[in-house]
């Protein structure tokens, strides 16, 4: 059976941040060890999938009295070896009563699922571990937004039922529409996502396209047994200790008996992020599960933004036949080719709105003269190459050099 957390209640419905409820479940399942939790902020990003700083935030606000209560979740011991250096501090969870309400969570849905993804879930497994039909409404309430103008509101039914959608295709839930109280669905919660789920994202490591990926949780970190010693490799302290090469320095191939294979469920991709990828699939077979986790995730994200299929589809199909050598695929798809160039808005697509073809009035704004120099020249090489001509000097500061004149011989 799979290793299960209890996530006091108030931490699924109360103030704490999406990120907080993945941050509190990897923290509570890793300080089960006789020694605490001593995974470093960098640790527990790589397992989470969640960035550095909002780790950090979410630690911080779990240390912290709450508002309501004033009560804190983790706390935080810092250590100093002999001789003053300082270690990764040492977290524990709060004690839990039995009469404490508290949903049961499986750590590796920590990892497979986005936090909001994963708030849900928590709430689902409380509310069928009770009894209760949820609707639509009371998931919003628990799933409100958190920062921003609309801070406290609660999620409308649609965000609401794409997220549940989401959890359904990855396998972590079933639901049984119009099976439960007055009409009202009726929800199963899994332990793992089920085996026979061909919708699994990868953008969420064994989940949902928020930011899920069907890895393992055992794939690049050890298991969250006990018996498992932390690592401090992904500590930051580790830095200060590292030695600066000189010369070239060429990383030998670990021995084939430290090379451990993939050992966990067979990676699928859900069918819209297939259909995003299917301009690029010669590349992919070659690529690791990680980085394949890492693309869908990237992809999840950006659909989840309001970026529409065709234009991620679109952006691949065009750097792909626009890029003439690929040396590393994987480093290009995510360093390059997935990445959305322009402003802030969604439709944006560098520099144009995507679905009408027409510049975009906030990043010509935003542009120098020199770029906007730039972008004409760009445009009329493209008009005169449809039109199959080509003039001799297009601007004042194109003019071709003069031609020198010949030199005068003595008489």
């Given at each position: ?41 960098a640790y527990l ?101 958190r920062s921003g ?183 290009w798809l995510l ?77």
């Amino acid at each position: 059976m799979p290793q299960r957390v209890r996530v006091p209640l108030r931490v699924v419905v109360g103030y704490y941040s999406d990120a907080s409820v993945s941050v509190y479940t990897k923290v509570a399942a890793l300080s089960r060890r006789e020694s605490g939790c001593e995974a470093g902020v960098a640790y527990l990003s790589g397992l989470l999938g969640l960035a550095r700083s909002t780790v950090e935030r979410a630690l911080t606000q779990l240390m912290r009295p709450a508002p309501d209560d004033d009560v804190a979740e983790v706390t935080s011991y810092r250590r100093t070896l002999p001789g003053g250096r300082g270690t990764t501090a040492v977290r524990r969870v709060r004690a839990v009563g039995r009469a404490e309400h508290g949903a049961w969570v499986p750590t590796r849905a920590a990892e497979a699922l986005s936090p909001r993804q994963l708030r849900t879930y928590a709430a689902l497994s409380y509310a069928t571990a009770i009894g209760h039909h949820l609707t639509l409404g009371e998931l919003g309430q628990v799933l409100r937004h958190r920062s921003g103008k609309q801070a406290g509101q609660p999620l409308d039914p649609r965000s609401v039922r794409r997220i549940l959608r989401s959890l359904e295709d990855v396998g972590w839930i079933s639901v049984e529409r119009r099976a439960g109280y007055r009409g009202r669905h009726a929800y199963t919660v899994h332990d793992e996502p089920l085996q026979d789920s061909l919708t699994a994202d990868l953008e969420e490591g064994s989940g949902a396209d928020l930011e899920a990926g069907s890895l393992a949780s055992k794939e690049h970190h050890p298991t969250d047994s006990p018996d498992d010693p932390p690592t401090a490799a992904l500590d930051i302290r580790r830095r200060r200790e590292q030695v600066v090469a000189r010369e070239p320095v060429e990383n030998s191939p670990l021995p084939a008996a430290l090379r451990r294979p993939y050992a966990g469920p067979q990676l699928s991709l859900a069918p819209r992020i297939w259909r995003v990828l299917e301009p690029v699939e010669t590349l992919l077979p070659g690529l690791s599960p990680y980085v394949v986790r890492e693309l869908a995730r990237v992809i999840g994200r950006q659909l989840d933004e309001g970026q529409e299929p065709q234009q991620i589809r679109a952006r691949l199909e065009f750097r792909f036949a626009s890029t003439e050598q690929i040396g590393d695929p994987g480093r290009w798809l995510l360093g390059s080719a997935v990445v959305r160039r322009g402003c802030g808005l969604v439709a944006c697509e560098s520099g144009r709105i995507w679905h009408t073809g027409r510049l975009c009035e906030i990043c010509v704004a935003s542009w120098s003269a020199a770029e906007r120099l730039r972008r004409l020249h760009r445009e009329l090489d493209e008009r005169e190459r449809q039109l199959g001509i080509r003039t001799p000097y297009r601007l004042a500061d194109e003019r071709p050099a003069a031609a020198p004149l010949p030199e005068r011989r003595a008489t």
